[in-house]
């Protein structure tokens, strides 16, 4: 099993993309799902989380994304969607999507990545 991401790219700052996880083996409103940040030599950064089920959003007590990214359920396309706005060239990185061992969003929760997709990357460059 695993996620695959989708819509990664090139931007210019202040431009916008919307990332999608989906997988075609598992449903994945039965899991918490976490998005996930990492630039090369740099710790993995973890930008938002929505819970199974209802899909409440979640985001960690970071200023880094904080008001700029939205994430959402596409229950019907079976999919996990992670809207960025206002893109700085501090956000170039590979987006992974992964499942959540807890099936509510936290901190702990975000600890706990189970299955990963491959990794898409966003570049924000003039």
């Known amino acids: 099993v695993q996620l695959v991401e989708s819509g990664g790219g090139l931007v210019q700052p202040g431009g916008s993309l919307t990332l999608s996880c989906t997988a075609s083996?598992?449903?994945?409103?039965?899991?918490?799902i976490g998005w996930f940040r990492q630039v090369a030599g740099r710790e993995r950064e973890g930008v938002s989380c929505?819970?199974?089920?209802?899909?409440?959003?979640?985001?960690p007590d970071s200023d880094s994304v904080k008001g700029r990214f939205t994430v959402s359920r596409d229950q019907r396309k079976n999919t996990v969607n992670l809207q960025m706005n206002t893109l700085k060239p501090e956000d170039t990185a590979v987006y992974y999507c992964?499942?959540?061992?807890?099936?509510?969003?936290?901190?702990?929760?975000?600890?706990?990545?189970?299955?990963w997709g491959q990794g898409t990357q966003v570049t924000v460059s003039a």
């Open positions: 083996e598992i449903t994945l409103n039965t899991y918490a």
């Open positions: 992964a499942t959540l061992m807890p099936w509510t969003c936290s901190d702990y929760a975000m600890q706990q990545p189970d299955i």
């Open positions: 929505i819970d199974s089920g209802d899909g409440k959003p979640y985001y």
